[in-house]
């Protein structure tokens, strides 16, 4: 009599993430663009709280099971950005120097160059978000050194192509897994994801 096990299968959690980081970050940097005035940032509050802070830090803790070091560094690490900003900006931003916000901003894109350098290996899509990524936390943070209003917005176009990014890859993960083939490419090496 032969016992067999059933292997458990772990949901792939990465749309999830992406698309909470994606949506949040898409209203932010329509902000740092200057598309919306800063009066739109209650809504880009109560978003990074609920989708790109608490929904990241969950599709973080899910890839855990699943083994994928990766993933639940970069997930639940951006989650807790976004609740961080969050509570900056509600609680403490007129106590903050510029200069230190520039920190701030500076050192999670140090974060995100060497995750992006993790990414070498992997889809060219998941290269490509967390190469615009690194460079929007740069722009950003020389913005806030310099004063310079023209880092600041560059910023925000670049924040704007790192989730078109995520968006996208979000996307390929969800359609490709339901139709069992690659739908969207997404550049994986090798072999489609």
Known sequence: MSHEHAVARFSNPAPLGLAGFALTTWLLSMINAG????????????????????????????????????????????????WSFALFVLFLHDKVPAA?????????????????????????????IFLALWITFFLLAAGEWTGMSGLHVAGGYFGLLTAL?????????????????????IGAPGASR
Not at 49 to 60: F, K, P, R, V
């Open 165 to 185: 990014l995520a968006f996208y890859l979000s996307a390929a993960e969800i359609i490709n897994e339901g139709h069992k083939r690659a739908v969207l490419p």
């Open 35 to 82: 598309w919306f005035a800063g009066d739109a940032m209650n809504m880009v509050l109560a978003v990074a709280m609920a989708y790109g802070g608490t929904a990241q830090m969950i599709a973080g803790v899910m890839e855990l099971p699943r083994g994928n070091t990766f993933g639940a560094t970069a997930f639940v690490s951006y989650g807790a950005f976004w």
């Open 100 to 128: 230190f916000v520039g920190w701030y901003l500076f050192m999670w894109g140090v974060f995100t160059f060497y995750m992006w350098i993790g990414t070498l290996h992997a889809a060219r899509a998941l290269q490509f």
